[in-house]
């Protein structure tokens, strides 16, 4: 089972920037669908970014849209994710995951894929932003 790693939290003030890295701890994911969620204390996970391997637009959370971007590491198949501009509000753990199995780019940006149970989790990385 391969289990995903994430990096790049930590602390910044109100505009600042942070890049959070995915990495797996053996081989290359095989999964052709991958994205960032995050979770604040008392909220629901939202899911904030997600990208397809097989290309097309990426997509974003209301919230973050025009701050964030997510990409991807070819060699191990892992998401990055970008975050610019943040906010007090972004303040939360962040998650990577990937989609175990292969879905369509339609399925991949709606989320159909994020309830499956056989999908590829990291233990997460704190992200907070001061005002």
């Known amino acids: 089972q391969v289990q995903l790693v994430e990096s790049g939290g930590g602390s910044v003030q109100a505009g600042g920037s942070l890049s959070l890295s995915c990495a797996s701890d053996?081989?290359?994911?095989?999964?052709?669908?991958m994205g960032w969620f995050r979770q604040a204390p008392g909220k629901e996970r939202e899911r904030i970014a997600t990208?397809?391997?097989?290309?097309?637009?990426?997509y974003y959370a209301d919230s973050v849209q025009g701050r964030f971007t997510i990409s991807r590491n070819s060699a191990k198949n892992t998401p990055y994710l970008q975050m610019n501009n943040l906010k007090p509000e972004d303040t939360a753990m962040y998650y990577c995951?990937?989609?175990?199995?292969?879905?369509?780019?339609?399925?991949?940006?709606?989320?159909?894929?994020?309830?499956?149970?056989?999908?590829?989790w990291g233990q997460g990385t704190q992200v907070t932003v001061s005002s």
């Open positions: 995951a990937a989609a175990a199995g292969t879905w369509s780019w339609g399925d991949c940006i709606k989320g159909a894929w994020t309830s499956y149970h056989k999908n590829y």
């Open positions: 053996g081989d290359a994911v095989r999964s052709n669908c």
């Open positions: 990208i397809y391997t097989g290309g097309g637009s990426p």
